[in-house]
Structure formats: C-alpha cells, structure tokens
C-alpha cells in the first residue's frame, strides 16, 4: 500500500465504547467519490468478563454507509473463529484475553473496521481445586497489539499448579507456545516475530493471531490459555 493513498476511517462501539478505527485511504474519509462505511459493533450486556462456555451476542446491526449499503460483515473473535453474520453468536472454549475485532464492507468496496481502539473479553479460568492437581496457565505479555515486524516477548512464569495445598510456580515443568502463525517455540519466555518488515510481507501479516501457551505440570497434567495478539501495519 503507497503513502500517497488515502486514509479512510471507521468508527466502531464495542463492549458500549466508542471506538475509532481506520484502513485505507486519506484523511477526508473518501476513496475517489467513495465515503468509507461504519462499523458499529456492540456486546450484549457490555460483557467485558465472562465464564468458560458462557454465551455472547455480538450485534452489528448499527453499522451504516453514507454514500451507499453494507453488503458484508466479518467478526474476529481473537480465538481463531469467525463470523460473517450480522448478528453474531459465540462460546469461548478456552481461557485468556480475546481481542474483538469487526469489519465492514459497502456495496463499492469500501472497508471501515475498529483497529484505532480494540477492546478484550476475558475469559475466566474455571476454579482449580488443591485436589486437582491440574496447572494454571498464565500468560503476561507487555503489549498484545503491535505492528507487523515487531517482535513481542512471551512470559508464562506466571503460571502454577498445586503443591502440597499451595500454589507453585516451580511445579510447572514445562511450557510449550503456539503463535496462531504456524510457528512454535517452548519454554517459559519465548520471543516471537509476526510478518517480517517492509514490503508487501507486512500487511499478508496483519490480523488476529490466537497465541496458546500449554503449561504442563510434574505430575503430568496441563492447561492451556489464550492471548490474542492484533498485527497492524507498519504505516497504521
């Protein structure tokens, strides 16, 4: 994409936030005669932390077009699934941080989404008893959403598993990662890369990437949690 393209930009609403969000063309929000579309996306009941499993809508239908119609929808739930309804149903099966992301496209092309200002849906761990003996993983990451070729630090010392009654870091015996790119990594503080610098590399790179971390404990059990991380491109 050339610097001497236009900029257009959409403004979006999640989780009842007004969020700002930009892809494309110029400061004037015109691709040619063109005006971007809306993207409005709202959270049933302001949903902000949830239970494993537990039901969310996902609503759409307050994105509009000045200069014409939308035609398509597309919803990025952070966790690897999508939607293209307007009115979306979804269950997190795993626990983490999510990233939602919705865009917009109108009937001449036009795409608006909310990248400028994204907001998360956490998704709770279920209740690990001292009898379980199952892990707890966790993930720390300084930054989820970054641009492409920027390389992101890892950190799953956080996570524990019971020990005599307590929680333990040290019986974590290992970590393994899947970055959601078709690359992984093991150990408890991994670095990764996603999309390579400058070129038309960077923006194949942009989008959502469900990052995985599965902590397996010395006895043998684990647990897995997700972070989305949200790749932009290097002139957003």
Same mark, same amino acid.
């Given at each position: ?18 969020? #700002? ?20 996306? %709202? %959270? #049933? =009941?302001?949903?902000?932390?949830? @239970?494993?499993? &537990? ?7 307050? !994105?509009?077009? @000045?200069?014409? =119609? ?5 919803? @990025?739930?952070? @966790? ?14 795993? $626990?983490?941080?999510?990233? *939602? !992301? ?16 994204? #907001? ?14 199952? $892990? ?9 959403v970054i641009r492409a070729g920027s390389?992101? &630090?890892f950190n799953g010392n956080g996570s ?6 307590? $929680? !333990?870091?040290? &019986?974590?015996? +290992? ?13 408890? *503080? ?6 390579? +610098?400058?070129?038309?590399? =960077?923006? +194949? =790179? /942009?989008?959502?990437? $469900? ?12 647990? /897995? ?8 491109? &290097?002139?957003?």
């Amino acid at each position: 994409m050339k610097e001497n393209m236009n900029k257009f930009s959409s403004l979006a609403i999640v989780g009842l936030l007004m969020l #700002s969000g930009c892809l494309g063309i110029g400061d004037d929000g015109v691709i040619g005669d063109n005006l971007n579309p809306q993207a409005v996306a %709202v %959270v #049933s =009941s302001g949903q902000k932390v949830v @239970d494993l499993g &537990e039901a969310i809508q996902f609503d759409a239908s307050g !994105s509009s077009d @000045d200069d014409g =119609s939308i035609v398509s929808y597309l919803w @990025d739930f952070g @966790d690897g699934t999508q939607s293209t309804n307007k009115l979306a149903n979804h269950k997190y099966l795993n $626990p983490g941080e999510y990233i *939602i !992301s919705l865009s917009v496209t109108d009937d001449k092309g036009a795409v608006g989404n909310n990248d400028r200002k994204l #907001s998360y849906v956490t998704v709770l761990h279920p209740e690990v008893s001292s009898s379980s003996n199952l $892990p707890y993983a966790l993930i720390s990451v300084k930054s989820s959403v970054i641009r492409a070729g920027s390389e992101i &630090e890892f950190n799953g010392n956080g996570s524990w598993a019971w020990l005599d009654g307590s $929680p !333990s870091t040290a &019986e974590i015996q +290992s970590c393994s990662w899947d970055f959601g790119d078709g690359n992984t990594a093991t150990g408890s *503080i991994v670095k990764h890369t996603f999309g390579s +610098s400058g070129g038309f590399s =960077s923006y +194949s =790179s /942009v989008g959502s990437y $469900p990052v995985k971390l599965t902590a397996y404990s010395s006895g043998g059990s684990f647990d /897995v949690v997700y972070q989305t991380i949200r790749v932009l491109s &290097e002139e957003f």
